[in-house]
Nanobody
Framework: VHLVESGGGLVQAGGSLRLSCVASGSGISANAMGWYRQVPGKQRELVASITRGGSADYANSAKGRFTISRDNGRNTVYLDVDNLKPEDANVYYC?????????WGQGTQVTVSS
């Protein structure tokens, strides 16, 4: 199983972006999928997660500007971010639970210019 993120980059404050993550592997079907970000000196923190049925959960800091969605047929999860702020700059990691195992992507860097 491989998770590949895309969509990061340099974005101006106030702008928007969409992160994508594709889980690939023979015959896989991802259950919960989510996005995390690395907090310096701490463990990765949850940004948002979504069940296979579409039930989403957000960190308090992500409510309002972040929207998670998924395409089950493509084993893909998305994270839309609006009105980007400098504090959103981070490496965002995709996570997927597949057959009871948690998989991680390599991360995609989001940089926000003010």
């Amino acid at each position: 199983v491989h998770l590949v993120e895309s969509g990061g980059g340099l974005v101006q404050a106030g702008g928007s972006l969409r992160l994508s993550c594709v889980a690939s592997g023979s015959g896989i079907s991802a259950n919960a999928m989510g996005w995390y970000r690395q907090v310096p000196g701490k463990q990765r923190e949850l940004v948002a997660s979504i069940t296979r049925g579409g039930s989403a959960d957000y960190a308090n800091s992500a409510k309002g500007r972040f929207t998670i969605s998924r395409d089950n047929g493509r084993n893909t999860v998305y994270l839309d971010v609006d009105n980007l702020k400098p504090e959103d700059a981070n490496v965002y990691y995709c996570n997927a639970e597949i057959e009871g195992i948690s998989y991680w992507g390599q991360g995609t860097q989001v940089t926000v210019s003010s």
